[in-house]
């Protein structure tokens, strides 16, 4: 049994905040790093749905402009909050009663590392169906409003000509893919920044610089293991706006899959690989550093 002094450590920096105050700093934490990495993100979308990016020989900033990068934006701002505030809360509420629930039944195993490994996975998996299934039709439009070809001039037009043409189903198709791409992902990124936290920040202080490099390395880690499901997600999300009625009419995980190595082989579950590790790497440093400032920000009077 671990002393009461490490429990408080494990269980992470702002130990007294309250669930509304891990909310409130992982909508902001979600927010920023969904914002800030946007340009990054548009350009993977249209990396793995094929489209050009067109000459890179302007100026970077007449470049980001005539690429129309930040377009739907306010879709993630729109999602991103709530979702991320219910992702955050619920990890932070699961990891802690995981954890005592190991200890108290896991005599199959005495290794605290192996049991706040299970603990971490297990709480990020939880969490993850939680934001997913609040954040999926926001990621849906997000990504139409991405595409170099995107017709769409707002958020509220694109969900509304998106339900006309296809249906509540077309916010919906990706889930699963999201799913099984997302709760991996999610168990490796809080077990490794955990991990990482663990050996860089054992004092449990705050400690900024510990939570940006385990967040990047976290970020980098889980972004690499899961790129073809994201490649097969972003297909079945962009399908409605494709040219090719095979992609158009895709019905999920395993059509989406076998189309995209029909047309670029094992390589195509790895289009957009160099732009999502550069997307998820700062983004997820970004993430956890403003999570973990504002969680002590909130609870540091308590």
């Known amino acids: 049994m671990m002393n009461e002094d490490h429990e408080y450590d494990y ?21 920023g790093e969904h914002c800030l990495m946007f340009p990054v993100d548009s350009i993977k ?25 930040w377009r739907g934006v306010y ?8 979702a991320h505030a219910l992702h955050f809360a619920t990890y932070e509420f699961c990891k802690v009663r995981f954890y005592r629930l190991i200890q108290q039944h896991g005599s199959w195993t005495k290794d605290e590392n192996l049991q706040q ?15 997913d299934g609040m954040m999926t039709p926001f990621d849906v439009i997000k990504q139409r409003m991405q595409l170099k070809d995107s017709v769409y001039r707002s958020v509220r037009e694109c969900a509304r ?6 249906g509540i189903t077309a916010f919906y198709i990706s889930l699963p893919t999201t799913l099984s791409m997302s709760i991996p992902f999610q168990s490796i990124q809080f077990s490794t920044y955990e991990r990482c936290l663990s050996l860089l920040n054992p ?17 980098i880690i ?19 706006s494709s040219m090719d009625p095979r992609i158009r009419h895709c019905s999920g995980f ?33 993430s956890w550093s403003v999570y973990e400032y504002f969680k002590w920000f909130l609870s540091r009077n308590n």
């Open 75 to 82: 879709s993630v701002v729109m999602g991103a909050g709530p």
């Open 45 to 69: 979308t249209r990396i793995q749905v094929g489209q050009s990016l067109g000459s890179m020989a302007v100026s970077s900033i007449d470049w980001f402009r005539s690429q129309h990068l």
């Open 117 to 131: 490994l299970i603990a971490t996975s297990s709480a990020g998996a939880c969490a993850t169906l939680a934001h």
């Open 222 to 240: 889980a972004s690499s293991v899961t790129t073809p499901l994201d490649v097969i997600k972003t297909l079945l999300q962009t399908r409605g």
């Open 254 to 286: 395993w059509e989406a899959g076998k189309l995209i190595y029909e047309h670029y082989g094992y390589r195509g579950f790895f289009r957009g690989f160099k732009p999502r590790i550069l997307t998820h790497m700062p983004a997820t440093a970004i």
């Open 161 to 166: 000509q998106v339900y006309a043409k296809e």
């Open 11 to 31: 269980e992470s920096l702002g130990a007294n905040s309250t669930m509304t105050q891990n909310a409130i700093a992982g909508a902001l934490a979600g927010i």
């Open 203 to 219: 004092g449990g202080i705050y400690d900024p610089k510990s939570h940006v490099v385990a967040g990047a390395v976290a970020g």
